[in-house]
């Protein structure tokens, strides 16, 4: 006997598609290394016009000049400039070639041409809705770690605390599923039990010792 596979529809092709990560614009160091890079330009290109006209060279530049002509290779100043020029090198290709945004979490697409993202932030309040939800639990911390990981912290003030985490488990499962990220974070859950408040039962009964007396009344 066989069966008749299902077509696949474009909601399936969509959701079967593993949404990658959306790429940071990094308008900020892109706006500080044209900004930098402008200004020494502008400065060399300044200069250079200048001296074409029969103006002497800056003296920012001919102290940058004499200074780098009097001081050897293996100078404590060239050798910390170097490495700091190789640190920010590095830098700036290690956000050129990596996509960034790691506070947006990437959403599984409801369309081949739609990509939405969930930001770190939400999804961490829309688990501690869901963990607040739950009967026992009277305060929750929650933090999304990286994309894969969601650790929350519930206070349980009533109840059986088993019963509880096995209700606060299976909220938090169905919370995760309904934030329709590509990728469910692992939620790691830990529970405190609420400190339960001491009655003080002395000057509060009637026949308690040194209790006040209420005044006889003929």
């Given at each position: ?18 949404p ?35 103006h002497?060279?800056?003296?920012w ?7 780098l002509a ?28 990596t ?8 959403m599984a ?13 939400s999804a961490a ?5 869901a ?40 909220e ?30 002395h ?16």
């Amino acid at each position: 006997m066989s069966t008749a596979s299902e077509p696949e529809s474009p909601e399936n092709r969509a959701r079967a598609r593993t949404p990658h990560r959306a790429w940071s614009a990094r308008r900020g160091p892109a706006a500080v290394l044209a900004l930098l890079g402008s200004a020494a330009c502008g400065m060399l290109l300044y200069d250079q016009v200048a001296m074409g006209y029969g103006h002497p060279a800056a003296p920012w530049r001919t102290h940058t000049k004499d200074w780098l002509a009097d001081t050897p290779g293996t100078s404590g100043w060239v050798i910390g400039a170097a490495a700091i020029l190789a640190v920010l090198g590095v830098y700036l290709m290690v956000i050129a070639l990596t996509p960034g945004g790691r506070r947006r979490l990437p959403m599984a697409p409801p369309a081949p041409s739609v990509r939405a993202v969930l930001d770190r932030a939400s999804a961490a309040a829309l688990l501690r809705e869901a963990a607040l939800r739950t009967p026992g639990v009277t305060a929750a911390r929650v933090r999304v770690r990286g994309r894969r990981r969601a650790r929350v912290r519930a206070t349980v003030a009533y109840g059986d605390v088993t019963a509880v985490r096995a209700a606060l488990h299976e909220e938090l499962l169905a919370a995760t599923d309904r934030l329709g990220l590509a990728h469910p974070p692992r939620v790691r859950l830990r529970l405190t039990a609420a400190p339960t408040p001491a009655l003080a039962l002395h000057g509060n009964e009637p026949d308690a010792p040194g209790a006040p007396t209420q005044p006889e009344t003929r």
